[in-house]
């Protein structure tokens, strides 16, 4: 089976810029969790969905936002960009609807200049 | 609160034995174990459940100490394949607004 998918792999934006991150969960995963990771340091909570539904929110400004589709898969938006944004996007699958056994995906490496 | 993991960095001989440890100053409810080798994503290792027993596989286990708020992870024996940055997550409530938060990590150097 094909594990946690993102994409794109890598990514540089301008500050101000929006940027679009996807993620596609190990089949029949229904959680989705999205994290930052900044080097060095270990992985930081942003959100984490189930069944479409919102179940967690880490401490991150409004300018970050998430959805989940029908399908099970993610959308990570991060409007504004800051220098301080950049960073490697985690995206999280589980069949839990908690934080229960998480697969990772391989990231998005987003570099803002 | 971020937990706060030690060492910060460990090198080991093939072999050797080390221990991981985890701290929380808030009551935890689950500690989750997790391997990240260099440029790669993290793997899950185990989960520890508040009020559940000592979890291990092959030469990998960990304890959970409520009272402590603590977790330890121990690796036995160790291989050159067990070198990566150990992260604990932990969990401070089993419903609503769930989120794991994971600690600073620990760097484990295996030699051979």
């Known amino acids: 089976d094909a594990g946690v998918t993102q994409s794109p792999t890598h990514l540089i934006k301008t500050r101000g810029q929006q940027v679009t991150l996807r993620c596609s969960p190990i089949?029949?995963?229904?959680?989705v969790s999205w994290y930052q990771q900044v080097l060095g340091q270990g992985p930081q909570f942003i959100f984490q969905y189930y069944e479409k539904e919102e179940r967690g929110r880490g401490n991150f400004p409004d300018r970050f936002s998430a959805r989940q589709f029908p399908n099970y898969s993610s959308e990570l938006n991060v409007n504004a960009l800051l220098l301080g944004d950049s960073a490697l996007y985690l995206c999280?699958?589980?069949?839990?609807?908690?934080?229960?056994?998480?697969?990772f995906g391989p990231g998005t490496r987003l570099t803002v200049t | 609160q971020q937990p706060v993991q030690s060492p910060q960095a460990v090198i080991l001989r093939e072999g050797e034995d080390a221990v991981i440890n985890c701290s929380s100053s808030?009551?935890?409810?689950?500690v989750h174990w997790y391997r990240q080798k260099h440029g790669e994503a993290p793997v899950f290792l185990m989960i520890l459940l508040k009020g559940g027993e000592q979890k291990g596989h092959d030469k990998i286990s960990a304890s959970f100490n409520e009272k402590k708020q603590q977790s330890s992870l121990y690796l036995t024996a160790s291989q050159l394949s067990y070198s990566g940055t150990y992260f604990c997550g932990t969990e401070w409530t089993d419903f609503g607004n769930e989120k794991l938060t994971f600690g600073t990590g620990t760097r484990l150097t295996i030699i051979p």
């Open positions: 999280a699958s589980s069949n839990h609807p908690s934080s229960y056994e998480q697969y």
């Open positions: 808030k009551a935890l409810y689950s």
């Open positions: 089949s029949g995963h229904k959680s």
